[in-house]
């Protein structure tokens, strides 16, 4: 397990990049905390660091958004509107999960039994006794 700890959008965005620099086909990134936390500041860096160059936000009415251009494939997930996990079985999640590129899937808690074990969770957490900019992002 990993801490760091962060005071500013750009020190969020750098520990994105700094894991997406370093992603493999493959991996599986699921991410969670509160609304308004920092998750897509994260991404954003997570998807330069692996080259991508689109502009990058939650796919939050798409559940999935394919980013193609970086060096490995990136689908981005955001699965906060899900209802039911069959519904990721609509959008044939096993072939991202499975694929030829690396998936980062934000509110993932909410899909976590189909899950696979091998997967690395980021929980990014504000703290009403820090700075307003203050992040603690725990990689395990």
């Known amino acids: 397990m ?3 700890e962060t005071h500013s959008p750009e020190e969020t965005y750098k520990v ?3 894991l997406g620099n370093s992603a493999e086909k493959g991996q599986i990134f699921c991410m969670s905390g509160d609304l308004g936390v920092g998750k897509t500041v994260f991404t954003q860096g997570f998807a330069a660091g692996l080259g991508v160059e689109d502009n990058v936000n ?3 009415f798409t ?4 980013y193609e251009d970086g060096r490995i494939p990136l689908y981005h997930f955001d699965v906060y509107r899900i209802s039911d996990v069959s519904e990721m079985d609509e959008i044939g999640y096993e072939e991202y999960f499975y ?3 690396v998936c980062l899937i934000e509110w993932a808690e909410i899909i976590e039994d189909i899950l696979p074990e091998d997967v690395t969770w980021i929980t990014i957490e504000k703290s009403m006794d820090e700075d307003f900019d203050y992040r603690k ?3 395990e």
């Open 2 to 4: 990993k801490i760091i």
């Open 16 to 18: 994105g990049y700094d």
């Open 58 to 60: 939650s796919p939050t």
């Open 63 to 66: 559940i999935v958004q394919e």
């Open 99 to 101: 694929g030829e590129g």
């Open 137 to 139: 992002i725990t990689i």
